[in-house]
């Protein structure tokens, strides 16, 4: 069973507050990735990770950062939101098989 | 770079009907290839996958696909449908020389009627 969370599920913040979304998961993957979906929409990947200490940026421009400190997490940031950051945000992990995906985090920045 | 096309945005089937949803690849090598289902509001779920072998895979809730390199696709099939199939399908190609990517097809609707 796959272990990939995300948290929080839900979160409406104000423009300009600084947001952290959550991702851990518990499988030992060194692979991990952001997407961005709009409702509805396709999945545009916005960072991914190698592993420890390896962050890159995906095919979609974004305002947000990522790190990757420990194996198990990957957080991704907002140092100031916007309306336009309103979307659902979906973090996945990897091993040598497939990508397992957490629940998302729908934000909407009001 | 390697990408993925779903041609349908959205289709409509019959409970009961077949199916066939559309994938087709750019990659210059074998493809590690993936079908994900989504219901609203919710993250992906593994249908499928294919890394090698047999180029006819067979996944959960019924569903099949097959691998045709010839044609660079990997279309999903399900004989029967039910109403409980209605989601949002996507198909993924992930490269396992360089960029380490998971790229994503724009995703196909499954609406299926009475």
């Known amino acids: 069973e796959a272990d990939i969370y995300q948290t929080p599920r839900y979160l409406v913040i104000g423009t300009g507050k600084k947001i952290t979304l959550e991702c851990s998961q518990t499988m030992g993957h060194d692979k991990m990735y952001w997407y961005q979906q709009d409702p509805g929409m396709e999945l545009h990947l916005i960072h991914y990770?190698?592993?420890?200490?390896?962050?890159e940026k995906g095919d979609l421009s974004s305002e947000s950062t990522v790190s990757r400190i420990r194996t198990e997490h990957f957080p991704l940031t907002l140092e100031s939101a916007r309306p336009s950051h309103t979307s659902q945000y979906l973090c996945?992990?990897?091993?040598?098989?497939?990508?397992?995906f957490g629940q998302g985090t729908r934000l909407t920045v009001v | 770079a390697q990408s993925v096309t779903q041609p349908d945005i959205h289709i409509t089937v019959s409970e009961g009907a077949s199916l066939e949803l559309r994938c087709n690849y750019s990659?210059?090598?074998?493809?590690?290839l993936f079908w994900y289902v989504q219901s609203p509001g919710q993250g992906l779920q593994l249908l499928l996958k294919y890394f090698s072998g047999d180029t006819l895979v067979q996944g959960i809730k019924g569903f099949e696909a097959e691998f045709k390199r010839s044609q660079s696709s990997f279309n999903l099939r399900k004989p029967s449908v039910h109403w409980s199939d209605a989601a949002e399908y996507f198909c993924a190609v992930y490269s396992n020389f360089g960029n380490e990517k998971l790229t994503f097809g724009t995703g196909t609707r499954l609406t299926i009627i009475p």
């Open positions: 990659y210059g090598a074998t493809p590690y």
């Open positions: 990770s190698y592993g420890v200490n390896s962050t």
């Open positions: 996945a992990s990897r091993g040598e098989g497939e990508a397992f």
